[in-house]
């Protein structure tokens, strides 16, 4: 999976189907001549940019597929940890700093996360197509971990994302081939960041030092470390 992720970033992504009455995409998209044209990374970003009367007009659901669709989200796992490329995302595209905005952003995220099953990758459909099935779900993950996101939900909102999160990543475990590396990164980290956030007695009872190598730079450096945050998420689950 990793060497996929190197190969995804200059591909683009399949698009998540556009729904509701906007049909607004990105007018330039990886692949086109102009998208070849553009000289940097800066010009890149400029063209990617929803126009403010668009943003204004989009309902939270249509708002979300547009960020999923966004060029150059895979650029995300570019970076040397997941942290960095998601705060370039967030600080790059207008699209994903409105949903930040939306009362109702964490319930469509849960609604578009649990519509997708990591066992569904597309059993007849090219490398590219099921890796983009695949990453799908981590940058849902990833938009879940956001600290404003987490500050939106209650208790118990954040309890029903934790167990929906749980149950894909036992159900990724099934496919150690797509999941193993950045799949399960991903889950983790979302756990984590919501697990956290709702009380400091949990602090203590994880290894921050080992935790957040793996969580955001993706090195393991004890294999003991996914067990520590299961025991700590059970304990969250029951205790609050």
């Known amino acids: 999976m990793k060497s996929f992720l190197f190969f995804i970033l200059f591909i683009p992504l399949l698009a998540f189907p556009q729904t509701g009455a906007s049909q607004w995409d990105f007018p330039v998209k990886p692949g086109s001549e102009k998208w070849r044209s553009l000289k940097n990374n800066a010009e890149k970003v400029e063209v990617c940019q929803v126009p403010d009367e668009v943003l204004s007009a989009l309902n939270t659901q249509e708002l979300l597929d547009i960020c999923l669709n966004y060029p150059l989200l895979p650029d995300i796992f570019a970076f040397n940890s997941v942290k960095d490329g998601f705060g370039k995302f967030e600080s790059d595209f207008n699209g994903f ?27 007849n459909g090219t490398i590219l197509e099921k890796g983009n099935y695949v990453l799908s779900m981590s940058f849902i993950e990833l938009f879940v971990s956001h600290p404003l ?71 393991l450096t004890n294999p003991d470390i996914p067990n520590q945050i299961d025991q700590v998420t059970d304990k969250y689950l029951k205790n609050n």
Do not use: C
Not at 101 to 111: G, N, Q, T, V, Y
Not at 177 to 194: C, E, M, V
């Open 97 to 123: 700093r409105e949903l930040l905005e939306r009362d109702d952003a964490p319930s469509e995220l849960l609604k578009k996360y649990k519509s997708i099953e990591p066992e569904a990758i597309p059993t």
């Open 149 to 219: 996101m987490v500050r939106k939900n209650d208790t118990n909102g954040k309890k029903e994302i934790i167990k929906e999160l749980l149950l894909k990543k036992e159900k990724k475990k099934n496919h150690p081939d797509w999941y193993q590396t950045t799949g399960i990164q991903t889950n983790y980290l979302a756990i984590t960041s919501i697990v956290l956030s709702d009380s400091d007695k949990f602090k203590s009872e994880l290894d921050m030092t080992k935790v957040s190598p793996y969580i955001y730079y993706g090195v």
